[in-house]
C-alpha cells in the first residue's frame, strides 16, 4: 500500500500509519494478522494477511488519517484442503426407540471450519458415551453430499442421561457430539425387578418380590402409578398364596412384601397384572419343607444321627395327620 499525495505521486517522507479492513465481505469472514501498519518510504506492506471464510468477490479498504482511502481489486478466497469433521446438527433429546429429530448432520470442513462442498467422503456415527448400554438404530455410515452427511433415521433403544456420538472417516479424524438424554418411552409392560426366590412353606418370601413398569422397549418408567396383582401361575404343588396380592406403585415400582405359600414343590412361578399393561411372568422358584422344630432338635446334623428316623418320622407325621382330618 502507498502513500500518494494529491496528483499522485508518491510521498517517500510518509511514515503515515495505514490500516486495512474487508470492505465487500461475500463470506462473512473475518481478517486475522497485523492490519495497521506504519509506512516505510511511504509504503506500507502487510504481510501474513488472512481470511477464514471462501467467497467470490472480496475487497479490502485502506485508511490513513488525514489522506483519502483506497479500495482494493476484488478478490477471491477458495476453502482449504479437507482436515476435519464437525456436528453441525447435534443430536438432542429425545425418546427411547424414537428417531433422533432434527437429524444429525456431520460437515466436512477445512482447519478453519469452512465445509467443503466438493468433499464426498463416507462418514461413519456410533455411540462414545454410552450410559444406558444402548444400541444405535439406523444408517450408521452415510456419504456427504456437498461435503454434508445428514444421519436421518438414528434411534437409541435404552434411556440415559449423558450419551455421546463420534463421527469418524479415514483420514479426517474423529468429531464428539454435545451431550444428549433419552427417556423412557410410554407405559407399556410389567416386569420383576425383584424375582421370588427359594422359600420355606408358609414363610414370607424374601426379600420382597419387587414389580415395575417398563415401555416397550423394557426400559423403567419412572413415576408410573398403577396397582399390579399378582397371583400364581404355575402351581405344582397346588398352594394358596398368601399376603397381600394388591400392592399400589410408588414411583413406578409395587412392592410385595409378605406373598408365602402353604405348599412345598419346584418350579412356582407368579404372574403380575395390572390394566392396559402386558402380564410379567416371574422366574421358577421352589418352596420347601421345613422338617418340625421337635425333629431338628434331636437331630445330630453334622455327624447325620437320626436322618432315618427323620425321614420315616416327617412319613409318620403326615399320615397321622391325614387320618386325624378323616375323623
Do not use: H
Not at 494477511?49 to 483506497?70: D, E, F, I, M, Q
Not at 412353606?201 to 413415576?223: C, K, W
Amino acid at each position: 500500500m502507498q502513500v500518494l499525495d494529491a496528483r499522485g505521486n508518491p510521498v517517500t517522507s510518509s511514515t503515515a500509519a495505514v490500516t486495512l479492513v474487508i470492505g465487500n465481505n461475500p463470506g462473512g469472514g473475518a481478517l486475522a494478522g497485523v492490519p495497521s501498519v506504519a509506512a516505510v518510504g511511504g509504503v506500507a506492506s502487510f504481510s501474513g494477511l488472512s481470511l477464514n471464510r471462501p467467497g467470490v468477490g472480496y475487497t479490502l479498504l485502506a485508511s490513513s488519517s488525514g489522506v483519502t482511502g483506497a479500495t482494493s481489486a476484488a478478490f477471491d478466497i477458495a476453502a482449504g484442503a479437507a482436515a476435519q469433521l464437525a456436528f453441525v446438527a447435534n443430536p438432542v433429546d429425545t425418546v427411547a426407540g424414537a428417531v433422533l429429530a432434527p437429524p444429525v448432520v456431520v460437515a466436512i470442513q477445512d482447519t478453519s471450519g469452512n465445509t467443503l462442498a466438493s468433499a464426498t467422503a463416507s462418514i461413519a456415527v456410533s455411540i462414545l458415551n454410552n450410559p444406558g448400554n444402548s444400541l444405535l438404530g439406523g444408517s450408521g455410515l452415510v456419504a456427504a453430499v456437498n461435503g454434508i452427511a445428514t444421519f436421518a433415521d438414528l434411534s437409541l433403544d435404552k434411556a440415559g442421561a449423558g450419551y455421546t456420538l463420534l463421527a469418524s472417516a479415514p483420514g479426517l479424524g474423529t468429531a464428539t457430539s454435545a451431550a444428549f438424554g433419552v427417556t423412557a418411552g410410554a407405559v407399556s409392560k410389567l416386569a420383576f425387578l425383584v424375582q421370588p426366590s427359594e422359600v420355606e412353606f408358609a414363610t414370607p418370601i424374601s426379600p420382597a418380590v419387587r414389580v415395575v413398569v417398563e415401555d416397550a422397549l423394557g426400559n423403567p418408567v419412572p413415576g408410573a402409578s398403577a396397582a399390579v396383582v399378582v397371583t400364581l401361575e404355575d402351581n405344582p404343588g397346588f398352594a394358596v398364596l398368601s399376603g397381600a396380592t394388591l400392592a399400589l406403585m410408588v414411583d413406578g415400582a409395587a412392592t410385595f412384601a409378605d406373598l408365602s405359600l402353604n405348599r412345598s414343590g419346584s418350579g412356582y412361578t407368579l404372574r403380575a397384572s395390572s390394566p392396559g399393561m402386558v402380564d410379567a411372568v416371574s422366574d421358577r422358584f421352589t418352596v420347601v419343607l421345613t422338617a418340625p422344630k421337635a425333629y431338628q432338635a434331636g437331630c445330630d446334623c453334622q455327624s447325620g444321627a437320626g436322618a432315618e428316623f427323620g425321614l420315616w418320622g416327617l412319613l409318620a407325621l403326615a399320615a397321622l395327620a391325614r387320618r386325624r382330618s378323616r375323623g
